[in-house]
Nanobody, 128 residues
Framework: QVQLVETGGGLVQPGGSLRLSCAASGFNLDGYVIGWFRQAPGKEREGVSCISSSDGRTYYANSVKGRFTISRDNAKNTVNLQMNSLKPDDTAVYYC?????????????????????WGEGAQVTVSS
């Protein structure tokens, strides 16, 4: 079965850290740009970060630069998002997505139909 599965969400206090993982099954991530989007209640979906498989370049939304780090583990066919210095505004459902052969610099601007695969989402709640 071809799918992306997110793990690692949860509840954390402001200033804390969480690590999200996105595991691909049924296909190899080579050639794909992989990234994370998030959607908070009542807000539009926002591109958070992505990583290219061809050159490893990474891209971040301004709102998370300096706090979030994306990485990929090719041996495990997995992409990780390390989230530090979390704020209440980071509270959202985080979705992993993958698109084959696209320009990584534009990945975070692509719409839902512009992806080949989506995960089902992981809830991240930042609250005291």
């Amino acid at each position: 079965q071809v799918q992306l599965v997110e793990t690692g969400g949860g509840l954390v206090q402001p200033g804390g850290s969480l690590r999200l993982s996105c595991a691909a099954s049924g296909f190899n991530l080579d050639g794909y740009v992989i990234g994370w989007f998030r959607q908070a209640p009542g807000k539009e979906r926002e591109g958070v970060s992505c990583i290219s498989s061809s050159d490893g370049r990474t891209y971040y939304a301004n709102s998370v630069k300096g706090r979030f780090t994306i990485s990929r583990d090719n041996a495990k066919n997995t992409v990780n998002l390390q989230m530090n210095s979390l704020k209440p505004d980071d509270t959202a459902v985080y979705y992993c997505a993958a698109a084959y052969g696209v320009v990584a610099a534009t990945f975070l601007l692509r719409d839902y139909e512009g992806m080949d695969y989506w995960g089902e989402g992981a809830q991240v709640t930042v609250s005291s």
